[in-house]
């Protein structure tokens, strides 16, 4: 990467900065999800590549400008982590990934007050510019760990009722703005609900998109076989292609012993 900066180095390397540069590492970093959700192992390794390799262009710009050296990053994250895990480095004890989260955030917060930083709210540090899903796991999660929350699951199952409720006395007269509000607000307890039973919502999302994707595709094949386009089908049609398509898909699953 020196050399691909460097006078007589790459162009598109040499005209690239820290903001140029930012929606590649994004793009890569979901690549990697991508080739996870794939089990593409393979492919995992070639895309972990790619994105490492963000790190380094940062970390080039960076020295180039005397600000740190990738060792400093290094450095940082190898004392981070032991600072953090007393209870595997020190003589904290942890019974729990509860315990382990609860120790990390009061280091954390000691950490922060050391360094004479500003107390902040509590929910300040969690960047906007996440994408809204994950941002929405992180404000609750951190509601939650000061006990803002519901106790039970069935409590957010009522106010998901409760809120699915507001959207269909919304439909009837509510502006735009006020219908956006809605759904926002049923998303919202949406992912607190996955929150409750351990799930990832952004994961469980990713997995119905490319279930979604893989049927999708099903019903344009067989149609195609017809000699058809998707425009101009019936609703009936699709529907039983899609059934067929759920279908195959479940057969596709059963272990090769399994009777059908």
């Known amino acids: 990467m020196a050399r691909l900066r460097a006078p007589g180095g790459c162009p598109w390397d040499r005209e690239q900065t820290f903001d140029t540069i930012k929606p590649y590492t994004l ?10 959700d794939r089990r593409d192992w393979k492919e995992v390794a070639e895309e972990l590549g790619d994105l490492m390799l963000q790190v380094v ?4 710009m960076a020295e180039e400008q005397g600000l740190f050296q990738i060792g400093d990053s290094l450095d940082a994250i190898n004392g981070k982590l032991i600072r953090r895990h007393p209870h595997v480095f020190g003589e904290e004890k942890a019974q729990s990934a509860g315990d382990v989260k609860r120790i990390w955030g009061e280091i954390k917060a000691a950490e922060k007050k050391g360094q004479g930083k500003e ?12 994408p809204a899903l994950v941002e ?43 219908l956006e509000n809605e759904i926002g607000d049923l998303l919202f307890v949406l992912v607190n609900l996955a929150r409750f039973v351990k799930v990832d919502p952004e994961q469980a999302l990713r997995c119905t998109n490319a279930k979604f994707r893989t049927r999708f595709g099903h019903m344009e094949r067989r149609l195609a076989e017809q ?23 479940a057969n596709d699953a059963k272990p090769l012993d399994s009777k059908p």
Do not use: N
Request: proline letters at 2%.
């Open 136 to 178: 929405a796991q992180q404000i609750a999660s951190r509601a939650a760990g000061v006990g803002f929350d519901w106790e039970t699951t069935e409590q957010v199952i009522d106010k998901l009722h409760e809120e699915l409720a507001e959207l269909a006395e919304a439909r009837r007269s509510a502006s735009p703005d006020e």
């Open 57 to 60: 262009f940062y970390a080039q």
């Open 227 to 249: 000699g058809k386009q998707l425009r101009g089908t019936g609703i009936a049609e699709l529907e039983e292609l899609w059934q067929e398509a759920k279908r195959t898909a």
């Open 27 to 36: 793009e890569e970093t979901y690549e990697v999800l991508d080739a996870i």
């Open 119 to 130: 107390s902040t709210g509590l929910l300040d540090s969690v960047p906007r510019a996440m």
